[in-house]
């Protein structure tokens, strides 16, 4: 049994942190400009004597840039030591660990700990992933335990997730959040799971990005970039992996593993592989890319680095005329991007007055370019008298390429296939906008499978870049080249991807919003603290539950519904709230209300 302890310090002025490694220093680099006195500690006098030179040049930097005085910085040094003796952290307020991410090391610190420090001393434990509950127990001051968890880099990442085990005491967490705030974090409060809210969404994540690069779904290249482009992120899974660690992030997925049981959470083979081969990253010189030498940031060429794609050779089929087949949001920002670059368009709908209204629609957004700078009235009518409406496919009949863009239904898609096969000529090419449904089944729907391509854009498609180009086993390889050949004209950055559900981006979107739903069904943090993190600590532009609002929840229904028909996964199926808020018609902002209300409710 436990004894309870002195009452928590009121301010926590001294801190040590045990482990000097990019972490550990940078934490000492916040607390130190935060106006604390800081310990680094660490058994190697290399790594503090790396941690004072890094802590002298981030300062310098800081004053070239005119974030901090000269005084400042020689105040914020001078709060700054380094020991390689545990010993040193005797007066601390709060000590923080931040050694390398194994319980036996951890456990090691702590209890250490336990006989160095006063009583009132809240230790924090820096772990990505692993168990506070488990590392409180081997305390003799468990209340006093919790989880302090910096994202890479700390000097520059606003997040801080803050764990309570079940023994942790609120005074506990209450004081070391006021520190993160003072230290101009932003905290957030959670419970102890594995990989807490960042790492519980992000690590599987990144492990199913590497389960697709291991099963050459898509080169390393378009995997990064389908996923900056498509998602606004600001670097790509396999990239970030490089960054963490690769051997940080096995360790991190297995304890997730070991707790979840979730099949997806099992490390990607290709993770383990590359760990016991020394090949971890940018650290060790190479990972998932080449780099310029351990440590560096600078991708260099290797064997895996891909050659000129465009075609590869092969000429691409002439294109003039082109036919937009649909009337909604992407059809029209479609119809929009292709008569900007020049192509003559054919805008086709069910009935001519709808086409009539979608090419009004196309005239609104341009203008709203217009009244913005971004072109000219004169370009404006230009690209308006390039667009042709249609009440009927049968325009479709001298059309180069035809792009259907209708609604996201396997059978509807196969209807109009079936009636592009019939109505354009030979040669032409046909693609499908689809966003997660088989490309190969709409290719046999038709006589002609070798002419039927994937050619997914992404919505607002008159802003974004990406465009995942899909082949099946059937298409022509002109027909590849024919579709990369209009994408450049488009100034659309392709990707290539296997016909397989979600493609890249929604087959590893898709699932990270599915386990944030989850994460809150299970009422293991609130959809306001989900979002920040996510937004603060993981990259993102807009949290999983306003980016769910925005997309619409029945449109996410489907697709993760889709992956989950094709991969089989337990893990995949869609969660239970999700499936509540679709039938009970709160699928986001279009109907005023989805995991929040907005105001056209």
Known sequence: MHQPSASVPTSLDTVAVVGLGTMGTGIADVLARAGREVVGIDIS????????AALEAATAR??????????ERRETLARFRTSRDLRAATDADLVIEAVPEHYETKLEVLTRLDGIVRPETILATGTDALSVTRLATRSARPERVLGLHFLNPAPGTRLVEIVSSVFTEPAAVEAVSALAREAGKEPVTVGDRPGFVVGGLLFGYLNQAAAVYQAKHATREDIDTAMRLGCGLPMGPLALLDLIGIDTARTVLDAMHAESGDRLHAPASILGQLSEAGLTGRKAGRGFYSYQGPGSATVVPDADTPAQRDGAGVPGRTVRLVGVAGSGTMATGIAEVLAKAGYEVVLAARGQDKAESAKARVAKSLQRSVDKGRTTAEAREEALARIT???????????DLAVEAVTEDLEVKRQVFATLDKVCKQGAVLATTT?????????RATARPRDVIGMHFFNPAPAMKLVEVVRTPLTADDVHATVR????????????CGDRAGFIVNALLFPYLNNAIRMAQENYASLDAIDAAMRLGGGYPMGPFELLDVVGLDISLAIQRALHREFREPGLAPAPLLEHLVTAGRLGRKTGRGFRAYANA
């Open 485 to 496: 050949q209009v994408c450049a004209k488009l100034r659309k950055h392709p990707v290539e």
């Open 45 to 52: 006098g290399a790594a503090c004597r790396r941690a004072a």
């Open 389 to 399: 409406p249609a009440g009927t496919l049968d325009a479709f009949a001298d059309v």
């Open 62 to 71: 800081a004053v070239e840039r005119g974030r901090i005085t000269g005084q």
């Open 435 to 443: 966003s997660s449904l088989p490309v190969v089944a709409c290719a």
